[in-house]
């Protein structure tokens, strides 16, 4: 059972209590196998929860929830914590203004004990000056995954700022929020692409409240990009 969608302390609209050690024993009590980091622009927490959730036998995908320019939320998975970071760098680059901690909160870089490492300066929730386009692409390059997040939201979702999805789109997946059910997606949506159903937990309580489960081999990006598409026995469970 997948949560791809977990938000940390690093992100600025998330608890603190979002912390590397605690989402991990969050994850254990729900029975999680594999979850996905997806903070804002940024995979600064990625290695500690890695680290963290790995004392319980659960696999990190290190990730990011992109903002691209047209204010579309993009969720990168990455197999290992070098190709998120190699993102994390071209996000950086394309990513204008600094963080006012007294209006947004605190941007925490916390280590796997839950120990502060420092905090990030960067606006993280800030759109960067990446076309959807080019964010795909550049996620695709690393060998990672491109899932539009929440599409049934009206706020950063896809269909929200663009009312459709453009045909030529490479994306793997399209992410449900928590708020719909699967089958109410699956009735508004279609079967054209993949459906998925995580959290977007930005607090302990969240984590875990809507999952995904697969039929795979290994927890690794490449079996996950195959249940998705139903290749070779693997696939996206009911």
Do not use: W
């Amino acid at each position: 059972m997948a949560d791809l969608h977990i938000h940390t302390c690093l992100s600025p609209c998330s608890d603190v209590e979002m912390s590397p050690r605690r989402i991990a024993e969050e994850a254990r009590k729900q029975r999680l196998e594999i979850l996905g980091v997806c903070d804002h622009n940024s995979a600064e927490n990625a290695a500690a929860v890695a680290e963290a959730a790995g004392r319980f036998g659960i696999r990190v995908l290190p990730g990011m929830e992109i903002m691209s320019r047209e204010e579309v939320h993009i969720l990168a998975l990455f197999e290992e914590l070098e190709a998120a970071l190699s993102m994390q760098d071209e996000v950086y680059a394309h990513l204008a203004g600094e963080n006012d901690e007294t209006v947004f909160g605190p941007q925490v870089i916390a280590d796997a004990e839950d120990g502060v490492v420092g905090f990030c300066p960067k606006f993280l929730i800030n759109a960067a000056s990446l076309s959807l386009e080019g964010v795909v692409d550049h996620i695709h390059t690393r060998n990672g995954l491109a899932i539009a997040a929440h599409i049934d939201r009206e706020s950063f979702g896809l269909l929200g700022q663009l009312g459709f999805i453009p045909e030529r789109l490479a994306l793997d997946a399209l992410e449900i929020s928590p708020h719909l059910s699967m089958a109410e997606a699956r009735e508004r949506y279609g079967p054209a692409r993949p459906l998925i159903r995580f959290s977007d937990a930005h607090a302990l309580r969240e984590i875990g409240r809507a999952t995904t489960s697969f039929a795979l081999e290994t927890a690794a990006i490449e079996e996950i990009r195959m249940a998705l598409g139903g290749i070779g026995g693997r696939r996206i469970l009911p």
